[in-house]
C-alpha cells in the first residue's frame, strides 16, 4: 500500500475511536518532509476527516515512523 491509503486507514481508525459512528468521509491528505515533530523521520502528514455533526471538519496529524504512520495529535477542529 501507498503511503496516502496507510494514512487514511490511520486516521479512519483514529477518528472512529475518538467520535464512533460519525465518520462521513476521510480524505484529502497532505505530506510533509523535514518536521521537527516527528523525530524519527521528519516525515509527517495531516488529513481531513468529516463528521456527521458539529463540529463537521476535523484534521489529524501523524508521523511516519519506520514503515507505519502513528497518531500525532488531532482531531484539531476548523472549517
Known amino acids: 500500500m501507498d503511503d496516502a491509503t496507510l494514512v487514511r486507514l490511520a486516521a479512519s481508525k483514529q477518528a472512529g475511536l475518538d467520535r ?3 465518520v462521513t468521509h476521510v480524505g484529502q ?3 510533509y518532509s523535514d518536521n521537527a515533530g516527528c523525530p524519527q523521520t521528519g516525515e509527517a502528514s495531516s488529513i481531513l476527516v468529516r463528521y456527521e455533526n458539529p463540529p ?3 484534521i489529524y496529524i501523524f508521523c511516519k515512523a519506520r514503515a ?12
Do not use: R, S, T
Open 20 to 22: 464512533p459512528g460519525e
Open 29 to 31: 491528505v497532505e505530506f
Open 56 to 58: 463537521k471538519v476535523g
Open 68 to 79: 507505519h504512520w502513528q497518531y500525532a495529535d488531532g482531531p484539531i477542529y476548523g472549517e
